[in-house]
């Protein structure tokens, strides 16, 4: 299982994106670590959460480069539209 980039839509939150696996053994859960792979969090959901705020952690598209991730305007619009 790879790892996955997601992000974190809310506006105030420091923690920008994450690599998020879900459990093999036990579902519903997500492993969660820091883009900096210094911090490891599980969290208890159905859908993969920020562990600082509690958002849900949108899927990153089209991934290429770091100035596709630092645009949280246009991110956080198309995220919103989806709700
Ligand atoms: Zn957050």
């Given at each position: ?22 459990s093999q053994q ?58």
């Amino acid at each position: 299982m790879e790892w996955e980039y997601r992000f974190c839509p809310h506006p105030d939150c420091v923690v920008d994106f994450w690599l998020v696996q879900p459990s093999q053994q036990h579902a519903p859960l997500w492993h969660l670590t820091d883009r900096f792979g210094e911090r490891h969090v599980v969290v208890a959901a159905s859908e993969p959460i920020c562990p600082s705020c509690g958002s849900t952690l949108c899927d990153v598209k089209d991934q290429h480069s770091s100035d596709d991730i630092l645009k949280p305007g246009a991110l956080y619009d198309f995220v919103r539209s989806l709700s």
